[in-house]
């Protein structure tokens, strides 16, 4: 197997180290994650987070749930079943691809999860307010989430009118830049730095980044200063 040789895949700099996109929420009381990435495990056990009372996904994409399976540490530790946030269509994916967690009769130690449906109302997790926000995949049905003054929206390269609102004089717009050219499901750089700039939070961080973009440093030069790339480990509290 040959693996990539392009400048950000050999960059020495742990700006250009991506792994797939996950964040992670906290609150004094409350914690949960948006995705389980493939790289699940090892983003849980770097940043260190001691407890999950929730999981919400953005959609049911392979490179957004694949890492659903250890979750069963935490149901370990927490001694009780961890609720799913979603819509219908990516329950019935999840189901699917982790039929095993869900049969009436489950083999000791898989994960203990149930869903909860969520659509376009605010609702809570804990102490924490989440307003939904529809956008599109190209043409599949995406969620983005505003959580207080957060704004988290990825794999998109359209939204509605009526969604745009939400996005409005956010503290925090966290969006997807892919790459430069243009990509079929995703927005490009520049589509993203449009789109922030029509609806002006005070700070941006680009994210769902590819090695096409470039490095880290390189772009980041080039952009406004109320918009950066996002990289792994970035921190917020707002």
Sequence with gaps: MVGCTCEVCTSASLLDKRLRSSVWIQSETTSFV?????D???QMLRAGVPRVDAILYT?????HTAG??????????????????????????IRAEFAYAFAEIKYPGVPDLFFNTIADELFFIGDIPIQPIQ???????????KIGDFVYITDANKIDGSQLPYLHHAKVLVLNALRHDAHISHFTLQQAIDLSSSVQPQQTFFTHISHQL?????I????????????????LHL
């Design 68 to 93: 659903l399976d250890d979750i069963r540490g935490y149901n370990y530790i927490q001694k009780q079943a961890i609720p799913i946030y979603c819509t219908v269509a990516t329950e019935l994916q």
């Design 40 to 42: 699940f495990r090892y």
């Design 135 to 145: 956008v599109w995949h190209f043409k599949m049905p995406v969620l983005g989430f």
């Design 34 to 38: 948006i995705d389980t990435t493939p």
């Design 214 to 218: 470039g490095l880290h440093s390189q």
């Design 220 to 235: 980041n030069a080039t952009l406004p200063a109320t918009m950066q790339l996002a990289y792994d480990g970035l921190t």
């Design 59 to 63: 959609h049911a994409h392979k490179d």
